[in-house]
């Protein structure tokens, strides 16, 4: 857990990046491999295109992102099924 009072953690590329999308009022999606930075209040209503090691994956940030990791919405596996008897049996 980060101490509070240095405040969440935002990679300064990402919020240059963010800067500049709003300044300029550009609605495209902001290509980011930054996983491990926090969601702002102010990432509300941009999509961000954040990369799970293999491709990358869209996220449109919502109010109730903010606080959160970028990684925690793009997923790096993928859970295919369980096997064994139960699934035997219900086919």
């Known amino acids: 857990m980060r101490s509070s ?8 590329h990402l919020t240059k990046k963010v800067d500049k999308h709003i300044k300029d009022g550009l609605m495209t999606p902001i290509k980011t491999w930054s ?4 969601i702002l209040p ?3 209503g ?3 295109l954040v990369h799970n ?7 449109l940030v919502t109010e109730n992102m ?3 990791k970028l990684g925690e919405f793009s997923w790096t596996r993928l859970f295919k099924q369980h096997s064994g008897e139960k699934r035997r049996k219900a086919l």
Do not use: A, E, N, Y
């Open 42 to 44: 102010k990432f509300v």
């Open 35 to 38: 996983r491990r930075s926090t």
């Open 66 to 68: 903010v606080g959160h």
């Open 5 to 12: 009072h240095k405040g969440p953690f935002v990679d300064h």
């Open 46 to 48: 941009l999509t961000f």
């Open 53 to 59: 090691g293999r491709k990358f994956i869209s996220t």
